[in-house]
């Protein structure tokens, strides 16, 4: 089991940047493909990015294509998003989950079910 904390969430000017992290609780995180997903207010919750085990596979939704970078470090037990170019659109609780996956190049889809465990998210408000 695996317990997910977001941080990094904050208020930004539109075209701003954040980063959010996402630290995970003990010593089996390289188990573990990453998500960000987001929900906007009065919206479902979103797919956002994932990424595989080993960091080298990547998969974005096109609403965030080119502006928002995910990242981990296993021997941080941590997973980022980078996100530039910030839109009030962007606006919404972010949050990180972990997917159980066995090979190190996989990464998960956008459906929730795919993932295991969820952090409590961090909200992220991007003023006009």
């Known amino acids: 089991q695996v317990q997910l904390v977001e941080s990094g969430g904050g208020l930004v000017q539109a075209g701003g940047s954040l980063r959010l992290s996402c630290a995970a609780s003990?010593?089996?995180?390289?188990?573990?493909?990453m998500g960000w997903f987001r929900q906007a207010p009065g919206k479902e919750r979103e797919f956002v990015a994932a990424i595989s085990r080993s960091g080298g596979s990547t998969y974005y939704d096109d609403s965030v294509k080119g502006r928002f970078t995910i990242s981990r470090a296993n021997a941080k037990n941590s997973v980022y998003l980078q996100m530039n170019s910030l839109k009030p659109e962007d606006t919404g609780v972010y949050y990180c989950?972990?997917?159980?996956?066995?090979?190190?190049?996989?990464?998960?889809?956008?459906?929730?079910?795919?993932?295991?465990?969820w952090g409590q998210g961090t909200q992220v408000n991007v003023s006009s």
């Open positions: 003990g010593r089996t995180f390289s188990r573990y493909a």
């Open positions: 989950a972990a997917a159980i996956r066995y090979y190190e190049t996989v990464v998960p889809g956008r459906t929730q079910d795919e993932y295991n465990y």
